[in-house]
């Protein structure tokens, strides 16, 4: 019996493999299985190939397992596409198509079982033809002792509004390929769980919308753009249902534009994009910071540059998010670390935005953001913070840019009485008035930069894994965290003293956190997705990486760090064997 299961359905933009993958996630879901299910496409805009990955587990997962269990292939063509990225486990089970061979460097593995079944023909036999992904969840719902009660029910739901036919021809199409999967000579494949408390099935993206939803967003304004179209497509449904407003724009620079403008007249905006919306973007984040009006962006990372890898995760839009823009531009800038994140970092994001009147950027990246996890329904909770609204008393003689302390001065909506205003994107002195004086510039830009201080006094979010004493600590930040974590726990188990620091905060950093690890940590190891190294030269401008014990690991996206990887790179570091790496200079 198995502990955990991954499984990979692999087939072309009909065959309905991602489909499959959904309805299998969300029955595992409901019995209480912990779940992380990926996708991934062609490059096609439309139509081409595809494959699901889903990982079961009845303990917690961090990420995508380093080799897959079961294969499921209807077209061993499509397969090929993904070869570099779907790695078949030594003993793994690969059903498949008995039309299409098994490729020989595939079926001449002496540890695989390799069994042709004829999906497409036993579907049309039971009035189903196209219903062979539907059938493959039969079989593998028999192998390896998945919940087929809760497959039934998960197909019923999915196809609820399909006719009664359809229904009843899928429910058949299941139970011939349980029949199918029953007559296999595979050996115990089953998993071993025990069932428990339903969970919630969540993408990242849909946790990020839920969570701007939750903190109080009641506008939204953004252009289609993979991969956090996600994002728009849930608050076109969800915000007009609560009172909200969501709009698509022409394109990114209408909607950061559209997000200011509704922040200004005292709602809470925000939009979501990629790295090229980013990049168009980038202007008006100026004026964000230089009005003090709040705005939320969510930036889901994929590769670049230019269009780049639209389907791909990469963590390459980490200097454009924390330097990106014209002249001395404050701004906050959270990472979160999973789908249950991509919740709370989004409430935060609104919460920052709004204390501290700056424009504040999410910035996630495709692995979490299209991948679905499971989570506990009463995770979703976070506190909420209101923008400082100024008091009758201080519309008195009202200062719009009044130099304070924090450097927050309160706010006024359109239509206060005496709240009445100029604001532009020019310099201006504390009423809002056009200066282009040295004296006033240099005390504007210690206002505007200064919120940054008390942001990073109060807001020190960041997660730290492993001894507080350790002979290697990693430092990562994003989708890498999961990798590293269950690494974390491998190493351990083979006595290796190993740590990680995952900033949650990236601009500011929680930089005496940040030091205090370094200094606990006899070798830093930098991880990242991303040619340039991108966190690690960041990292050199913020804080101390000590000569002579700081390594670093980087390489372009477009395939998910390994946990493997990132044992191999660690023992670069510890153990003399496997010494390749140069020291830093």
């Excluded at 072309?12 to 299985?33: E, K, T």
């Excluded at 930040?477 to 900033?503: I, N, T």
């Excluded at 670093?552 to 760090?561: D, M, T």
């Amino acid at each position: 019996m198995k502990q955990q299961l991954t499984l990979s359905i692999v087939g072309s933009g009909g065959d309905g493999a991602v489909a499959a993958g959904d309805i299998l996630s969300m029955a595992c879901a409901r019995q209480g299985l912990h779940i992380i299910k990926t996708e991934a496409y062609g490059p096609q805009i439309r139509g081409g190939e595809s494959s699901c990955t889903v990982r079961m587990s009845s303990s917690p997962i961090y990420a995508q397992a380093d080799a897959i269990d079961a294969l499921v292939v209807f077209s061993w063509a499509d397969f090929a596409r993904f070869r570099n990225e779907l790695v078949i486990g030594p003993e793994a089970v690969v059903l498949h198509d008995s039309d299409d061979p098994a490729p020989d460097e595939i079926a001449s593995h002496p540890g695989r079982k390799i069994v042709g079944i004829p999906f497409a023909k036993l579907a049309k036999e039971v009035g189903a033809p196209n219903g062979k992904n539907i059938l493959s969840l039969g079989v593998v719902s028999a192998v390896f002792g998945l919940p087929a009660d809760a497959i039934r029910n998960a197909l019923k739901n999915r196809f609820k509004k399909k006719t009664a036919a359809v229904v009843e021809a899928n429910l058949k199409a299941f139970e011939a390929g349980l029949t199918a999967g029953a007559a296999l000579s595979v050996g115990d494949q089953r998993l071993q769980y025990t069932p428990g408390t339903p969970m919630l099935l969540m993408a990242g993206n849909e946790a990020s919308a839920v969570g701007a939803v939750d903190a109080g967003c009641r506008f939204f304004a953004g252009y289609p753009i993979t991969p956090s179209s996600e994002i728009l497509h849930f608050m076109s449904e969800w915000l007009p249902r609560i009172g909200g407003t969501c709009l698509q724009t022409e394109d990114e620079l209408a909607a950061i534009g559209a997000v200011v403008g509704g922040s200004f007249a005292g709602v809470k905006s925000m939009t979501s994009t990629s790295g090229p919306g980013l990049s168009l973007m980038s202007e008006m984040l100026g004026l964000s910071a230089m009005a003090e009006i709040p705005a939320v962006v969510v930036n889901v990372q994929r590769g670049g540059p230019s269009t780049g890898l639209p389907t791909k995760s990469e963590q390459s839009d980490l200097m454009h998010a924390v330097y990106g823009g014209h002249g001395d531009m404050p701004r906050a800038v959270i990472a979160p670390v999973d789908v249950e994140d991509s919740y709370h970092a989004t409430v935060e994001a609104f919460n920052i935005a709004e204390e501290f009147q700056m424009p504040v950027i999410v910035l996630t990246d495709q692995s979490i953001a299209q991948r679905r996890e499971t989570l506990a329904a009463d995770s979703l909770v976070h506190e909420v913070v209101d923008r400082r609204i100024a008091t009758p008393e201080e519309l008195n003689e009202y200062r719009r840019y009044r130099l304070t302390a924090t450097g927050v001065s309160p706010m006024a909506i359109p239509g206060m009485p005496g709240g009445m205003y100029q604001t532009n994107g020019l310099e201006h002195d504390e009423q809002g008035r056009p200066s282009s004086m040295f004296v006033m510039h240099e005390k504007m830009n210690a206002k505007r930069y200064s919120k940054l201080d008390a942001l990073a006094k109060k807001y020190r979010l960041f997660r730290r894994y492993g001894p507080e004493k350790a002979d290697l600590g990693i430092i990562c930040y994003g989708s890498s965290m999961g990798p590293v974590r269950e690494a974390l726990d491998q190493l351990a188990a083979e006595g290796l003293r190993v740590a990680a620091f995952v900033p949650r905060l990236i601009m500011p950093l929680p930089a005496a956190d940040l030091e205090k690890f370094i200094s606990d940590c006899d070798q830093i190891l930098v991880l990242e997705l991303t040619y340039a190294a991108q966190l690690y030269q960041y990292l050199r401008a913020q804080v101390d990486l000590p000569r002579g014990k700081t390594h670093k690991f980087s390489r372009s996206g477009g395939r998910s760090l390994g946990i493997n990887e990132v044992i191999e790179q660690v023992k670069r570091v510890l153990v003399p064997s496997h010494q390749v790496e140069e020291v830093l200079a």
